[in-house]
Nanobody, 117 residues
Framework: QVQLVESGGGLVQPGGSLRLSCLASGSIFSTTVMGWYRQAPGKQRELVAAFFIGAATTYHYADSVKGRFTISRDNTKNMMYLQMDSLKPEDTAVYYC?????????WGQGTQVTVSS
């Protein structure tokens, strides 16, 4: 089993910044994908940013967040982060971290991010 716990969400004004964190525990070896998704009210869950881990690690960002969001990780602490800068009201959503060890997807419980003046 794998457990993922997000933190760092909150209310921020447009143009502000937040950093989300995701702590993983359990059987996380052989992870091939780590990422952040979000789901706004009335919309489908969408990929925001992810690592794809193979012979080399590649990064993916949704077009809507390129240049504003940065995904990172600290393997020594089993942590993954999402630095979100220049936030916009349309970034308002519940943000979920995801991890895929050995072909199985695991999700955190989500953390609310609200961008509003």
């Amino acid at each position: 089993q794998v457990q993922l716990v997000e933190s760092g969400g909150g209310l921020v004004q447009p143009g502000g910044s937040l950093r989300l964190s995701c702590l993983a525990s359990g059987s996380i070896f052989s992870t091939t994908v780590m990422g952040w998704y979000r789901q706004a009210p009335g919309k489908q869950r969408e990929l925001v940013a992810a690592f794809f881990i193979g012979a080399a690690t590649t990064y993916h960002y949704a077009d809507s967040v390129k240049g504003r969001f940065t995904i990172s990780r600290d393997n020594t602490k089993n942590m993954m982060y999402l630095q979100m800068d220049s936030l916009k009201p349309e970034d308002t959503a519940v943000y979920y971290c995801m991890r895929r060890p050995r072909g199985q997807d695991y999700w955190g419980q989500g953390t609310q991010v609200t961008v509003s003046s």
